[in-house]
Structure formats: structure tokens, C-alpha cells
């Protein structure tokens, strides 16, 4: 923690940082069985369009292609 940071805000975003990582990680395990953009999208009130984002971003990730969202 750095010296001027406040404890408890820090705590805060440390625990926000946990929980979206293990809720990226099931929205990961649903899109790997298959599930639906749109279902998970109402599971985490994220657009279908964010969900197939990610799903996308995955796709490429484990085919070993470039994101089209990173830059060259």
C-alpha cells in the first residue's frame, strides 16, 4: 500500500479486484460450455454485445490470433 493511500478504499478496490477476476473467470466457464451471449449477459447485467466481446477476445486468445481490440 502506498503512504498516502486510505486503508479502507484500498481494501475496497483490492476486493473488487478479486471478485471481477472470479466473475470473469465463470463467465470464462459458461462461455466454454457453451452457453449463450444472452443469458450470461442477463446473469451479469452486461450487454449481449460485451459478453460476445469477450467471448470473441477468448476465441482469438486460444487460437493464438491477435484480439481485435490490441493494437500491433
Do not use: F
Not at 451471449?37 to 486468445?61: G, H, L, P, Q, T
Amino acid at each position: 500500500m502506498a503512504r498516502d493511500e486510505i486503508p479502507e478504499l484500498r481494501g475496497l478496490r483490492d476486493e473488487y479486484d478479486r471478485t471481477r477476476d472470479a466473475l470473469m473467470q465463470a463467465i470464462y466457464a459458461h462461455l466454454d460450455k457453451g452457453e449463450s451471449n444472452a443469458r450470461i449477459a442477463r446473469s451479469v447485467d452486461w450487454s449481449r454485445e460485451y459478453i460476445a466481446r469477450i467471448r470473441k477476445e477468448r476465441e482469438a486468445a486460444a487460437s493464438g490470433r491477435e484480439s481485435p481490440n490490441q493494437e500491433a
